[in-house]
């Protein structure tokens, strides 16, 4: 209920600044939404059958996911009461949990699961600079460099401003070293908040052929993370444009707008894009505010710096948290998000008596990437936006608690082939000496892991239809 007065409020302030795109607003704050009309590929009742929670102790509360060699990557809770004290998007920032203040601290830890040997382990953050908080609550991302060492930017919700930090891990081993902050000036230095700065980062993408030296990075908000300013409402329900994505190159230590196409957006949270597929640049961005995947391609000036050029819009419906790329081929985007976003901070506050909860779960949809700028019509180069499949709802939260990452994990081709022959022999279709035509494109099937914001443990969904 903590919602309903402000939201009340500030929709007839939203109603001034977005009077043609009401509709929008209320289509996506979903109060008029029948979720049961919405046809999906996988209902929960199937879901509730092939879907394990897995690791619940040690995979508490993981916010966003990667997929680097067989290894899934994730920045989770030491304990629910994090989330529900110090959540700096949704304006949760009670700051009797810091250290400084004589609490517990924010003690957020980085998890790597062996997706062969279905072993979790802890990564020991070593270097770390002392005595400083470790809330590693949002977005994150990883490259590969020389010898198969990993690069991390892990974005850490500090309490006087969010930092990037930068950390080095071997795989194989227990330990990710802390190699340097990003110097990123803090919101009262600056002349104006604006571009490029990022005072409200969410989410990291390391650019691909740049030795993990430059990133872009998305910026949520404008106003600072505080739930009682009237500035960050109107952002939120007027759905404004006070929010953009900047670029930063570790050789001059410098920050840019990532282009004029990345500026002035609704709330841009998750990004992603290729990591295997070095030919491929595009760049997958969720604009939360508008309900919509942003699809950039990555140009280069003649420095070597690297920005964005928006090239399509793919409308979702919901408000997409992270946006991923199937592993490994990255032939299809998965972007999962709130369904009852009126919900979501209410829900997080009240982690620690779910009895209060109001419901908050998941939805999920995907496009193939294939079809991205395909289908060209009109005379001025439109083209067709992908066809987007919703695969599961669960707006009530039955299965889902706050989703904010799901990766799609692909059989290999010899366990498609196997599951295909398996299939064929039960419909006694084939015999023994039938060949099967199984390539990379007729795959089926795979995992798909969900996490959520406050949930128990990493659901894996064995054999979800690819």
Not at 381 to 406: H, I, K, Q, R, Y
Request: charged share 25%; hydrophobic share 40%.
């Amino acid at each position: 209920m903590g919602y309903i007065v402000p939201l009340v409020f500030v929709a007839l302030f939203a109603v001034a600044f977005q009077l043609l795109d009401i509709s929008r607003t209320i289509t996506l704050i979903a109060f008029t939404t029948d979720f049961d009309k919405i046809a999906v590929v996988a209902p929960l009742a199937q879901l509730k059958d092939t879907c394990e929670l897995k690791y619940p102790d040690l995979l508490l509360g993981c916010e966003k996911i990667q997929i680097v060699n067989d290894v899934l990557y994730a920045t989770c809770l030491s304990d629910l009461e994090a989330r529900a004290k110090w959540s700096g998007p949704v304006g949760l920032l009670d700051d009797s949990i810091l250290r400084v203040n004589g609490g517990k601290g924010l003690n957020s830890r980085i998890m790597a699961w062996d997706l062969k040997s279905d072993e979790v382990k802890e990564l020991l953050v070593t270097n770390f600079p002392k005595d400083t908080e470790r809330a590693f609550q949002v977005g994150f991302d990883i490259a590969q460099i020389d010898e198969g060492k990993l690069i991390f930017y892990i974005i850490n919700m500090l309490p006087t401003t969010p930092v990037i930090q930068k950390f080095i891990h071997v795989p194989g081993q227990r330990s990710i070293k802390y190699l340097s902050t990003l110097p990123i000036p803090a919101p009262e230095t600056l002349d104006k908040v604006g571009f490029p700065y990022v005072p409200n980062p969410n989410d990291v993408y390391i650019i691909p052929g740049t030795d993990a030296t430059q990133i872009f990075v998305t910026n949520d908000h404008a106003s600072v993370p505080d739930h009682t300013a009237l500035s960050r409402k109107l952002e939120e329900y007027g759905r404004l444009k006070r929010s953009w994505i900047s670029s930063y190159s570790e050789k001059d230590g410098t920050w840019k707008s990532a282009g004029p196409d990345a500026q002035r957006l609704r709330m841009v949270n998750g990004i992603t894009g290729p990591r295997y597929n070095k030919d491929r640049n595009y760049v997958y961005v969720s604009e939360l505010g508008d309900g919509q995947v942003l699809i950039y391609k990555r140009v280069q000036d003649a420095t070597g710096r690297w920005g964005l050029e928006l090239k399509q819009k793919v409308p979702v419906d919901f408000l997409g948290d992270n946006p991923t790329l199937s592993y490994p081929d990255e032939e299809d985007l998965y972007i999962i998000g709130h369904p009852t976003p009126a919900n979501v901070k209410d829900h997080m506050a009240l982690a620690l008596e779910p009895e209060k909860q109001p419901t908050s779960g998941g939805r999920a949809a995907r496009f193939a990437t294939s079809q991205v700028e395909g289908g060209f019509f009109g005379t001025k180069g439109e083209t067709a936006a992908p066809t987007v499949e919703n695969l599961f709802v669960d707006a009530a939260g039955v299965m889902f608690n706050v989703s904010s990452t799901a990766v799609f994990y692909k059989h290999p081709v010899e366990e498609a082939e196997k599951e295909l022959r398996e299939d064929a022999e039960e419909a006694e279709e084939v015999d023994d000496e039938v060949e099967l035509d199984v390539g990379v494109g007729n795959l089926r099937k795979g995992d798909l892991f969900v996490t959520g914001l406050l949930q128990k443990g990493i659901y894996r969904c064995k054999n979800f239809p690819a």
